[in-house]
């Protein structure tokens, strides 16, 4: 049975290629698994999204009788018994998936909204302070430079590359585009040597594919 991925039916342009079914569609793409794509309304949520996914958010798959919601559940489902989660290793990867999105991921979260509140107050509410972001920053180039120093000297944060590497460089991604990590050479590399990977760019170019599709469906109903 073909696995679904549930993701939003339209973003606006500042999200795209971050939205969070990026990273179920390349675990997906480097584990060579078919699946088809069905949306949820971004705005009003419906109560079909709301049974599947409490807090309206995304992504989600359905596979079989399963629904799924959290990328970090989701990648260690569709991860099991893969090459992305040999069981040999999967006691760090797991670890390492954790870190990316209970650590990184959050540090990420606390300065990135600071600093999307003074471009969009109109989706990320009032802007804060340049002494709040500016320690909120401090607090995330501490965990990159401890997360850094782990990396270096190797590809992949956990052996080959694994689950932890797609949640981790999809959490970078961001900070990368920022500019966050242009004095951090290492965490740098690893980003451009992920984003490298044929799975990856396949990825990347279905998530894009979809949202200017939507693009064009609005247009047609305008």
Same mark, same amino acid.
């Given at each position: 049975?073909? *696995? ?26 480097? %584990? ?27 992504? %989600? ?5 399963? &629904?799924?919601?959290? @990328? ?9 018994? &893969? ?10 990867? &797991?670890?390492?998936?954790? #870190? ?9 979260? %606390?300065? *990135? ?14 802007? &804060?302070?340049?002494?709040?972001? #500016? ?9 990159? $430079?401890?997360?850094? $120093? ?37 965490? @740098? ?19 894009? #594919?979809?949202?200017? #599709? ?9």
């Amino acid at each position: 049975m073909t *696995l679904t991925l549930i993701t939003l039916d339209w973003v606006p342009e500042f999200p795209r290629g971050f939205v969070r079914d990026l990273r179920v569609r390349w675990a997906l793409e480097e %584990i060579g698994r078919a699946y088809q794509v069905e949306t949820a309304p971004m705005q009003p949520k419906s109560d079909v999204h709301r049974a599947m996914q409490p807090f309206g958010q995304v992504p %989600i798959i359905r596979d079989g009788d399963l &629904t799924l919601f959290e @990328s970090g559940a989701i990648l260690l489902y569709v991860g099991e018994g &893969t090459a992305l989660l040999p069981e040999a290793r999967r006691a760090e990867i &797991t670890q390492w998936l954790f #870190a990316a999105l209970n650590t990184v991921e959050i540090a990420s979260a %606390i300065w *990135l909204y600071k600093v999307l509140a003074e471009r969009w107050p109109e989706f990320f509410g009032p802007p &804060t302070g340049e002494e709040s972001k #500016a320690f909120a920053r401090q607090a995330l180039k501490t965990k990159l $430079s401890e997360l850094q $120093s782990v990396i270096q000297g190797h590809d992949w944060i956990a052996g080959d590359f694994s689950l932890a590497d797609v949640a981790m460089v999809d959490t970078l991604r961001v900070l990368a585009g920022e500019g966050v990590l242009d004095d951090m050479p290492v965490l @740098s590399a690893y980003v451009v040597r992920a984003e490298a990977r044929p799975a990856f760019v396949r990825a990347m170019a279905d998530h894009m #594919a979809h949202w200017q #599709a939507a693009d064009v469906a609005m247009a047609r109903t305008a």
